[in-house]
């Protein structure tokens, strides 16, 4: 029967999706939430149980990651099952997977077997630490890839050890690569009508994440410390105590420099030999964090805000996550909305961070039940209700 998408922007596509957790269901909900036919492969509940990998199904995590999707069971591990999947993969267009390396081989359904069936299918794998190499086998974990990608040891207070950042940032950023991996092989499938393997891993992601920090070290042998709050190299930016709470202020640059010496009227800074040059104020940042935050303290976080932002100055509030969906900019940007059709319950989520003027994207779905969608997603890939029925028999959905 026919479904709506969620958006016209990829509905072209059909996505077959066998990943679990976060870093696979990330880059599909990419897809998912811009309209491709994607469709979530869980085992049958005969094998796993009502608990599928990830979490309660109607918690807020696992409803986050999933909405706009599909869902059928089938069981990889038997003949008929991964007979039906491979029938599948005949039409579909893309393939994503996030098992251990050496999984996917011994199920069948690696990419070189699937090519053959398919050669423009696009199979994307996501894994902790890349699908060969000495460290291909460990199990990947978010928090293990932030540490060993670096990003540990530049974040926290100087002295006070390393520190995780409070988002698992390697899963979701390696999610979003995945997606942009699958999306650039589809467009190079329109020139050589080709499918192909994109790869990628939650080291991979965490080191490239590092940006200018690894540059610092690749291009000029200097390695990146923990600075706090303090912005590594733009001095003064970091955070400051006001009455009521705490600002962020930026500084970068000569300009605004002035323009926040002015601002909070002390003048005076620029002709001070211990701040006039930024050599100065980098060699004399604990001094004059203290001397502006002797100031800060005297007014509310909203006076700030809004006199340094007129002055020219960035400079804004930090939230608690309740108080970033009450900001009225937040609110403009209508980026809370809530997700239709469940029932009784009261869903709402954060839609895409960016728009497509004429092919939008919404929420059209919450997240599936196991195996919601077997039947009907089966006879759209052609099979009967006797087939179907067959693999009932059979425990393969």
């Known amino acids: ?23 696979g269901p990330t880059a599909v909900r990419q897809l998912a939430d811009w309209g491709a036919n994607v469709i979530k492969i869980e085992e049958p509940t005969s094998l796993s149980g009502e608990q599928q990998l990830g979490g309660a199904r109607h918690n807020g995590d696992f409803q986050n990651l999933h909405r706009n999707k599909r869902a059928m069971t089938l069981n990889l591990k038997s003949e008929d099952g991964r007979s039906a999947f491979l ?53 990947g974990f978010d928090q293990i890839a932030q540490g060993m990608g670096g990003l540990m040891s530049i974040t926290g207070a100087p ?71 303090n912005h590594p190299t733009n001095i003064p930016t970091g955070v400051f105590k006001t009455t009521d709470g705490y600002i962020n202020i930026a500084t970068t640059g000569q300009p605004i420099w002035e323009r926040f010496v002015d601002a909070i009227g002390r003048p005076d800074f620029l002709q001070n030999p211990k701040y006039n040059s930024f050599k100065a104020r980098s060699d004399n940042r604990d001094a004059l964090n203290a001397e502006i935050e002797a100031i800060t303290k005297r007014r509310s976080s909203n006076e700030w805000v809004e006199d340094l932002n007129n002055a020219g100055v960035p400079c804004g509030p930090i ?70 029925e067959s693999l009932k028999q059979h425990h393969a959905i």
């Open 1 to 23: 029967m026919p479904f709506p998408r969620a958006s016209e922007a990829l509905s072209r596509f059909t996505i077959l999706d066998l990943s679990r957790v976060r870093a």
């Open 159 to 229: 002295g006070q050890g390393p520190m995780r950042v409070g988002i698992p940032i390697a899963d979701l950023t390696s999610g979003l690569f995945c997606a942009l991996g699958i999306l650039t092989a589809l467009l190079e499938r329109d020139v050589s009508g080709e499918g192909q393997w994109v790869q990628t891993s939650l080291l991979q992601s965490m080191i490239f994440m590092l940006d200018f920090q690894s540059a610092r070290w690749l291009v000029n042998g200097e390695v990146p410390k923990q600075a706090g709050n």
């Open 319 to 388: 939230y608690s996550i309740d108080q970033v969906f009450e900001d009225p900019q937040v609110k403009h940007l209508d980026i809370a909305q809530d997700v239709p059709n469940t029932g009784d319950r009261e869903l709402r989520l954060v839609k895409q961070p960016f728009t497509l003027s004429r092919t939008p994207s919404h929420f059209i779905a919450p997240t599936p039940e196991v195996g919601e969608h077997t039947k009907d997603i089966l006879h759209e890939f052609g099979f009967s209700d006797a087939e179907i």
């Open 87 to 139: 029938r599948m993969v005949e039409t579909a267009d893309v393939v994503v997977e996030n098992f251990r390396p050496d999984v996917k081989s011994r199920l069948g359904i690696d990419y070189e077997t699937l090519r053959k069936i398919n050669p423009r299918i696009v199979y994307a794998s996501i894994s902790g630490f890349g699908q060969d190499g000495p460290y291909a086998k460990r199990p």
